[in-house]
């Protein structure tokens, strides 16, 4: 983490990443609020994962993980996909050389599962931006948020916890679904890496009429069942913001990787899957060659 970047955002971390081989914990960023005025403080606070010593308890396929599992990315890979994650890692983070990676895609896209991985792998610090916008405006859910004060309040939160965030290192952040649609956020992104989670509207449907969508403030206005408004709004979101992700640096197409990997669709990938062709194409990002000038340039 950049002191200096530290010092001007009065933020307060403590980090203590281990090597991947021992299971370490990965962290994860809360939001304090100062007093003083216009200041933000994140705090990295580690969390446990447990070690697996017996056979997956859990399915790594999509189709068999729970909602709640999804939500918080507490998803074990059996133990030849942690070895190609350690691998592909550990050729990462030349290239990467302590940037902060933000996750961008449509909502239910797994961009916490898959960052809470990335983080743990790499020895990041992992950030929800909207948890901590949530964290922010008193503890109130993004769903409070967008009905108490409008979206544009939220907004312009996200506006500037990004801002904040990208003056940091180390960091896997996940992004909100509509945090694209901004140019300025964007400028914030590209001072990392920024990676565009690709999941056709159908999987995406599939995944939040699972769950629920009251805790999808957009996704509240359609009739019909849960499968049917949940497709209709988010392919009528996805028209407004293609575009817009497409400004990623990367984009990994879920029906890619379920065809290379011989899946019959993205429902059969795992999490760690997703995270293995993530940190793939960091090496195949030119202007990744020049890490440390990089750097300086920000």
Known sequence: MDVKAAQRLQLSAVVQPERFGRRPPFSTCRLGVSREPQSLRVFVSPM????????????????????????????????????????????????LNGRCIYLVGMMGSGKTTVGKIMSQVLGYSFCD?????????????????????????????ETEVLHKLSLLHRLVIS???????????????????????????????????????????????????????????????FEERGEAYANANARVSLKKIAIKLSKRDVSELS??????????????????????RRLQAN
């Open 175 to 237: 992004t909100g679904g509509g945090a694209v649609m901004r140019p300025i956020n964007w400028k914030y992104m590209h001072k990392g890496v920024s990676v565009w989670l690709d999941v056709p509207v159908e999987a995406l449907a599939q995944r939040i009429a699972a769950v629920g969508t009251n805790s999808r403030p957009l996704l509240n206005y359609e009739a019909g069942d849960p499968y049917t408004r949940a497709f209709m709004r988010l392919s009528a979101i």
């Open 129 to 157: 931006s909207d948890a901590l916008v949530e964290e922010e405006v008193g503890g109130n859910s993004v769903a409070d948020i967008f009905e108490q004060h409008g979206e544009t309040f939220f907004r312009n939160k």
């Open 48 to 95: 446990m994962m447990r070690r697996r010593t017996t056979a997956l308890e859990v399915s790594s396929s999509y189709d068999n993980i729970s909602a709640s599992i999804l939500e918080s990315g507490s998803v074990h890979a059996p133990l030849d996909e942690e070895l190609i994650l350690k691998n592909r890692s550990q050729e990462t983070q030349p290239y």
């Open 271 to 292: 999490p760690t899957d997703i995270a293995i062709e993530v940190l793939s194409n960091f090496c195949l990002m030119p202007f990744l060659l020049t890490p440390f």
